[in-house]
C-alpha cells in the first residue's frame, strides 16, 4: 500500500508540474507569432499607404497614358505586390494569420490586374483594380488587428490557467500537509517529498510572476490597458507574500510543522486564486475595436450625417419625411452595433432614441433632431478614438505621428461643415 500510495503521489506531482511546463513552451512560440503578426501589422499599414498613394498618382495622371508613364506606374504596381506576397508568405504557416493570409492574396490580384491594364496603357481599367487593391489591404490589417487581439485574449487566458492550476496543486498539497499531521508517525520518504514538491511549486510562482510581469512589458505599446492590468495582477500578487507563504510552507515541512505548513499552503492556494481572477479580469481589458475601425466607423457616421442632409434638402416635404424615417432606421442599426461593439451605453442610448420617430415633427426639425443625435455619436466616438491615442502615447507608441488631435480635427471640422449648411 504505501508503495502504491509514493507512486500516486509521484504522479500528482508530476502532473502538477506539467501543465505550468507546457505553458511556458507554448508562451514562448506565441511570442514569436504574436511578433510576426505585429511585424506584418505595421509593414501591411505602410503598404496600404503605398498603394493609396500611387492610387492617387493614377488618379492624377491624364487618361490617356503615354508609355514611359505607363511603364513606371506599372513597376511601381509591381513592387507593391511584390512587397504583398512577401509579407504573405511570412504570415503563411500562422493559423491566426490565415484570414489576412487570404485579404493579401485577393490584393495581390488587384495589383496584378492593374499592372496588367497599366502595361496596355489602360488607366481607367488599372484604377478601380487598384482601389479594390487598397481596400483588400485595409482588410488585411483589420484582420491582423483581430488576430493580433485573439492571441492576446490567449495568452492571457493561458496565464490565468497556469495560476489556477498552481492554486490547485497548492491546496492538494495542503491537504497532504494535514495528512501527514494526522499520521503518528508520518513516513520519512513521504515527508521529503511534500517538501520537495512544495519548493517546486515555489519556484513554479515565481517563473508564473515572471511570465506575468513579461507579458504586460509585452503588451504595454499595443494594449496599455491590459497591460496595466497585468502589472497591477503581479504586483498585488507579491505583495499579498505568496511566495514567501510559500517558502514558510516549505521550511514549516522541513521542521514537521504540519499544521503551520497547511495554513501557509491553504493561504497561498486562496492568493493564487485572486491572481487567476485577476488575470482573467486583466483579459476584459483588450480592446473590442482597433484604431482603425473606429476612424472608419467615424467615416460612416459622416456619410450617414450627410445623408441625412441631403435628405432635409428635399423640396417635397412627404418625401423628405420618408428618406428621413429610412436615415433614421440606418443610423440607428449602425449606432446600435457600434454601441455594442465598444460595450458604450451611450451610443446604445444614442440608437435607442433616434430608432424612435417623431411622428408631429416636420422634415427640417426631424433631420435637425438625428443631425444632433450624429454629434453627440460622434463625440462619444471621438473620445474613444483619443483614449486609444493617448494609450498609444503612454505605451511609448512607434505611431505617435497620429495623434489624438487628428481625430479632433476631423470632427470639429464636420461640425463647421454642419453649421455651415443650416
Known amino acids: 500500500g504505501q508503495g502504491q500510495g509514493e507512486q500516486q ?26 511578433a510576426k503578426v505585429r511585424e506584418a501589422l505595421d509593414q501591411v499599414r505602410r503598404l496600404a499607404e503605398r498603394q493609396d498613394n500611387h492610387n492617387r498618382e493614377m488618379e492624377r495622371a491624364p487618361d490617356s497614358l503615354d508609355q514611359a508613364l505607363a511603364k513606371a506606374l506599372g513597376e511601381k504596381q509591381g513592387d507593391i505586390q511584390s512587397a504583398g506576397t512577401d509579407i504573405r508568405q511570412g504570415l503563411a504557416e500562422l493559423p491566426d494569420a490565415a484570414q489576412a493570409v487570404q485579404d493579401l492574396a485577393n490584393a495581390e490580384r488587384e495589383m496584378s490586374r492593374s499592372q496588367q491594364a497599366l502595361n496596355g496603357q489602360n488607366l481607367q481599367t488599372a484604377r478601380p483594380y487598384g482601389a479594390r487593391a487598397h481596400q483588400a489591404l485595409l482588410s488585411a490589417v483589420r484582420s491582423l488587428e483581430a488576430a493580433q487581439r ?22 492538494q498539497a495542503a491537504d497532504k500537509s494535514r495528512q501527514l499531521g494526522q499520521a503518528n508517525p508520518p513516513n520519512a520518504d513521504d515527508v521529503g517529498a511534500a ?45 499579498a507574500g505568496t511566495s514567501g507563504k510559500m517558502t ?14 497547511r495554513r501557509e499552503q491553504t493561504d497561498a492556494a486562496n492568493e493564487l486564486q485572486k491572481l487567476s481572477e485577476d488575470l482573467a479580469s486583466a483579459g476584459q481589458n483588450l480592446p473590442t475595436m482597433s484604431r482603425e475601425e473606429m476612424l472608419e466607423a467615424m467615416r460612416e457616421l459622416q456619410r450617414q450625417a450627410q445623408g441625412v442632409q441631403q435628405a432635409m434638402r428635399q423640396s417635397d416635404e412627404a418625401k423628405a419625411r420618408e428618406e428621413l424615417g429610412k436615415r433614421s432606421e440606418q443610423g440607428s442599426k449602425s449606432l446600435g452595433e457600434l454601441g455594442n461593439a ?22 427640417a426639425a426631424e433631420g435637425a433632431r ?18 486609444a491615442g493617448i494609450q498609444r502615447q503612454i505605451g511609448l507608441s512607434r505611431e505617435t505621428a497620429n495623434p489624438p488631435e487628428k481625430y479632433r480635427r476631423l470632427v470639429e471640422q464636420y461640425f463647421k461643415d454642419l453649421s455651415r449648411e443650416k
Do not use: C, W
Not at 485573439?150 to 491546496?171: G, H, M, R, T, V
Not at 465598444?342 to 422634415?363: K, T, V, Y
Open 342 to 363: 465598444l460595450q458604450d451605453e451611450m451610443l446604445q442610448r444614442i440608437s435607442e432614441e433616434m430608432s424612435m420617430p417623431r411622428g408631429g415633427e416636420n422634415a
Open 370 to 387: 438625428l443631425l444632433g443625435m450624429y454629434r453627440a455619436a460622434m463625440r462619444v466616438l471621438e473620445q474613444h478614438l483619443v483614449a
Open 150 to 171: 485573439k492571441q492576446a485574449a490567449d495568452q492571457i487566458n493561458q496565464l490565468a490557467q497556469a495560476a489556477q492550476q498552481l492554486s490547485d496543486a497548492q491546496n
Open 9 to 34: 503521489s509521484k504522479s500528482e506531482g508530476e502532473k502538477q508540474q506539467q501543465p505550468p511546463q507546457q505553458n511556458g513552451q507554448q508562451a514562448a512560440s506565441q511570442a514569436q507569432a504574436m
Open 195 to 239: 517538501g520537495q514538491e512544495q519548493r517546486q511549486l515555489q519556484e513554479m510562482n515565481e517563473r508564473l510572476n515572471e511570465a506575468i510581469e513579461h507579458t504586460a512589458g509585452e503588451f504595454a505599446e499595443t494594449f496599455p490597458q491590459a497591460s496595466r492590468s497585468l502589472a497591477e495582477a503581479a504586483q498585488g500578487a507579491r505583495e
Open 248 to 261: 514558510r510552507a516549505a521550511n514549516a515541512l522541513l521542521y514537521r510543522r504540519f499544521d503551520k505548513a
